[in-house]
């Protein structure tokens, strides 16, 4: 059995009782834990009370639709993955889904294969954002020092410096994942969780700022870094 797998807690949200227990039966043969939702506020309730790897999210639910339950449930959990299931299968209900939160998106009918290796990928996925570390209230580094409970910091000069709840939530991030690249989406999904989308520009003034803050040198960054076309990224260690 896949070590992975037999650690995986699953989330099926299906009202479809012939759908819901087809994943059910073979995600258990994958070695997965497996819990069922027949409905959107059902769902919410078991994402509050339990951990999931992955949520299989169905669009059309009674009550409250799949689309509904992703953003509510991204207000609450950012980073649990969402494959959503949809009889709907043109681009736009595609990108709507993944603009609403969603990490994948599978048309019904779907190939049984393709969909349990996109399950394997986004519980992997999961997998590595568990594994980010996290920091305390306050940080200190050689740039500076961060309060994230006070909203401010202390410079490279010692010199106190108020901080937005945007710039708070951005410097967490980066700092959790220390050493590592965070995409532009995965930033959108966390700090701005959906709801405004600012232009690449915001995300890379709120870089320089935080150069003007905690680099000796702004143009020859040690701290923060802007990767084109990828992301964004901390290296807490100055290289040798």
Same mark, same amino acid.
């Given at each position: 059995?896949? *070590? ?8 099926? /949200? ?5 759908? @819901? ?10 070695? $997965?834990?497996?819990?069922?939702? &027949? ?9 509050? +009370? ?23 449930? &991204? ?6 993955? !969402? ?6 299968? @043109? ?12 990490? %994948? $998106?599978?048309?019904?009918? =779907?190939?049984?294969?393709?969909? #349990?290796? &996109?399950?394997?990928?986004? /519980? ?6 568990? *594994? ?6 306050? $940080? ?7 309060? =994230?409970?006070? *909203?401010?910091? $202390? %410079? ?11 710039? @708070? +939530?951005? #410097? ?11 995409? &532009?989406? *995965? ?15 915001? !995300?890379?003034? =709120? !870089?320089?700022?935080?150069?003007k803050h905690f680099e000796k040198d702004t143009r020859s960054p040690v701290y923060f870094h802007s990767i084109r076309g990828v992301g964004y990224k901390f290296t807490s260690k100055?290289?040798?």
């Amino acid at each position: 059995m896949n *070590h992975l797998k037999s650690k995986s807690n699953l989330l099926v /949200v299906e009202d479809e009782e012939n759908i @819901s227990e087809l994943l059910q039966l073979n995600l258990e043969l994958e070695g $997965y834990e497996v819990s069922v939702a &027949r409905t959107g506020m059902q769902a919410i309730k078991m994402v509050k +009370a339990e951990y999931f790897d992955l949520i299989i999210l169905d669009i059309m639910l009674p009550e409250m639709d799949g689309i509904t339950v992703c953003e509510t449930i &991204r207000t609450q959990n950012m980073d649990v993955p !969402i494959l959503f299931l949809s009889a709907k299968d @043109s681009i736009a209900d595609k990108i709507e889904g993944l603009k609403k939160g969603g990490d %994948d $998106y599978l048309t019904k009918p =779907f190939n049984l294969e393709e969909l #349990l290796l &996109r399950v394997e990928k986004l /519980v992997a996925k999961s997998k590595i954002m568990q *594994h980010s570390t996290t920091v305390s209230d306050v $940080y200190e580094f050689a740039g500076g020092k961060i309060d =994230f409970a006070a *909203h401010e910091c $202390y %410079d490279k000069n010692g010199v106190r410096q108020e901080l937005s709840k945007k710039e @708070s +939530a951005l #410097l967490k991030l980066l700092i959790e994942r220390d050493g590592e690249t965070v995409s &532009r989406e *995965h930033i959108l999904q966390v700090v701005w969780g959906y709801s405004v989308y600012p232009t690449t520009r915001t !995300i890379d003034n =709120f !870089i320089l700022g935080f150069r003007k803050h905690f680099e000796k040198d702004t143009r020859s960054p040690v701290y923060f870094h802007s990767i084109r076309g990828v992301g964004y990224k901390f290296t807490s260690k100055e290289k040798k």
